[in-house]
């Protein structure tokens, strides 16, 4: 039996993916030791997805409680499966801009060091998996708050003569620009997989998303944009708006919608490739915007705080174009957009945060 092995497994994008790829029949080896709670406290804890996959998933996944910054621990179970690991989703991650600032030492070893590891253990134990690293936008720190940027009633746009108006490509530079150092370990593991890939022969791909989200996210302040937005309309918690009058822009991709785009890599691989990837021009909202969906869904105001000192580095208007992979991979399309993941968010977590909301 084929197996993939996903490195974050019981956060967003690790368990989409492994409860995708156990339908397809792969068995799954899920690595993940709950870092999230550590980050962010207990309600951020990502348990109760875990026994959601053991529950749904069954005996097809097997988890492992391990750190990636554990290197002969990687190795072990890598070299215990070896040849049979066909897909290697790494998505293991310290994801939040201001925990990276106060704790560096720790980011960087957990976004650079851990995907270093888990690249090694993959040329040695199974060079010929592929390998898909979920990347981030931040790579090209803050130069996108550098475009042409036009102030409208209820969000920030592009200049629409620009070229970047459908959406910013893998052309935009990195270099010159200050990132944060979350956006600096990422974009250090992102040159990683591409030279594993370059030098290495790795059948792999970074996908730089945006605003990742859906209804498995353990949202919290300082991660998970869209999911923290309704969990607050929801529990009647206070919401706080950094900077920008609330009209930065965010385009927001669903969980599945990404799993797709990985699956389509994992049916076709190439080497060495960096895709942008989130929800473009059909799936994007501003802070505002995002609050109005939550409240005409949840039926309740949202309370809303502002404060104009922006996070530093934060990205004033971000749309991706998913242009590259959709020339690679046609068929693939964005089926969700931002009402529609709001939606969705909503009526799943009825159970986990609607009965704080009454």
Not at 119 to 129: D, G, H, M, S
Not at 319 to 337: A, L, M
Request: proline share 3%.
């Amino acid at each position: 039996m084929a197996v993939a092995l996903i490195t974050g497994s019981t956060g967003l994008i690790g368990s989409e993916a492994a409860k995708y790829f156990a339908g397809l029949g792969l068995d799954v080896l899920g690595v993940d030791n709950d870092m999230r709670q550590i980050f962010f406290g207990p309600d951020a804890s990502t348990a109760w997805n875990r026994s959601r996959l053991e529950s749904e998933v069954g005996a097809q996944y097997r988890h492992h409680d391990l750190d990636v910054r554990d290197r002969d621990a990687i190795f072990g179970v890598f070299a215990r499966y070896g040849a049979a690991i066909a897909l290697v989703i790494h998505a293991a991650a310290q994801p939040s801009h201001d925990w990276a600032a106060r704790e560096p030492l720790i980011d960087f070893e957990i976004n650079a060091v851990g995907t270093l590891n888990v690249l090694e253990a993959t040329r040695r134990y199974a060079p010929e998996a592929t390998f898909i690293f979920t990347s981030t936008n931040k790579v090209y720190g803050d130069r996108p708050n550098f475009l042409p940027l036009v102030e409208l009633d209820s969000r920030w746009e592009i200049d629409p003569s620009h070229e970047y108006a459908d959406g910013i490509r893998e052309d935009m530079p990195i270099d010159m620009t200050l990132h944060s150092l979350f956006g600096v370990s990422k974009a250090s593991a992102d040159l990683l997989v591409q030279e594993y890939g370059r030098y290495f022969d790795i059948r792999s791909a970074c996908f730089r998303g945006g605003t990742l989200t859906g209804p498995q996210h353990s949202a919290t302040e300082l991660h998970g944009f869209l999911a923290y937005v309704m969990r607050c309309a929801m529990t009647s918690a206070p919401y706080k708006i950094y900077g920008y009058q609330g009209k930065q822009v965010r385009d927001a991709i669903h969980s599945n919608d990404v799993i797709r785009a990985f699956h389509e890599f994992f049916l076709h691989p190439r080497i060495g490739e960096v895709y942008n990837i989130g929800g473009g021009r059909f799936s994007n909202a501003s802070v505002i915007e995002a609050i109005q969906m939550s409240e005409e869904i949840t039926g309740r105001e949202l309370s809303t705080s502002y404060t104009a000192s922006a996070r530093r580095g934060d990205h004033i208007w971000w749309i991706g174009s998913n242009s590259r992979f959709q020339e690679h991979y046609p068929t693939w399309r964005v089926h969700h957009d931002v009402r529609e993941i709001l939606q969705e968010i909503h009526d799943a977590n009825q159970g986990r945060w609607g009965r704080r909301s009454t």
